[in-house]
């Protein structure tokens, strides 16, 4: 009996120990995903949540411009715009330089303003913060682009100092170009021979005035592109054409030179027989004989 007791004690505790094994398994898996530590939230952004990209567009107060640099910028911007518009129609035929020069001294007149460091209210100059605040320096870059737009068109020899006006020879010769132009649409209709004779005074004084013009270094391209499609006009459209005046020193030098071999191989022939001529002199061989024998006797 002892031994069946013992055995039936072994078994009750094998039982009882199996049972609370199992039950810790089932409870442990039960319990991990509770235990397990969750995931840190991002303290930048949170999705959803209102004015996070404020948060990320704000600077502090020091990096931010003043309000009269703000308007100095405003101002440049609206310069800007007003000269880039006045450009684009003017680009043909060309009148960038007598269309446009006051809003370009307009633009100047406020960059220099920002570029020299004026001073404003409180002591503030807006150089830095607007030209040189950063790597791309986009203030700079759309100046720096007009203005060399402006001295490629060599605007400055037609406009007067401060922008005011035109200078008199470009309206001189804008003068000029227009009585051009009426004359040839005069005589356009008709024969084109009869528009030849009669605007060729008015074209002549056109094409003396542009080479005056050029050797005083007066001219832009304003002038430039309206000469051009004049003289096309005239020798193209119109076959018209003037005689030059140096044709005929051209025509003297190339003559000279034509002539110049002849000149030459005649010279040299008349040149030659004259030496001919004075190899033979018997008569003067004879006395000079005689006359050496005549001193050798007294001799």
Known sequence: MSL???CSFCVLLLTHVLSLVSGDTVNLTAVEPADRPALPSSPVFKPGSPG???L???FPEDLEISSYCSEMLLLFGRR???YVNCLVPASRPVRVCQNCFSSYGSLREIYNNISSDQVGPGNESCGDSLLRS???MLVYQLYSNLKDLWGASSCERCITKGFQSLTNDTLYFMETLNQTNTCFQKYQQGNHTELCINCKSTYVDM???YSRMEKNLTLCIDIEDAMNGTRKLWSKNFNCSLPREETVPVIAVSCFMLFLPIIFYLSSFLHSEQKKRKLIHPKRAKSY???MNIQDKRS
């Open 207 to 209: 094409n003396e005035l």
């Open 52 to 54: 996070s990209l404020g």
């Open 289 to 291: 004989t005689s006359l």
């Open 56 to 58: 990320l567009a704000s």
């Open 134 to 136: 950063d790597r791309l």
């Open 80 to 82: 800007y715009d007003t």
């Open 4 to 6: 069946y007791r013992s």
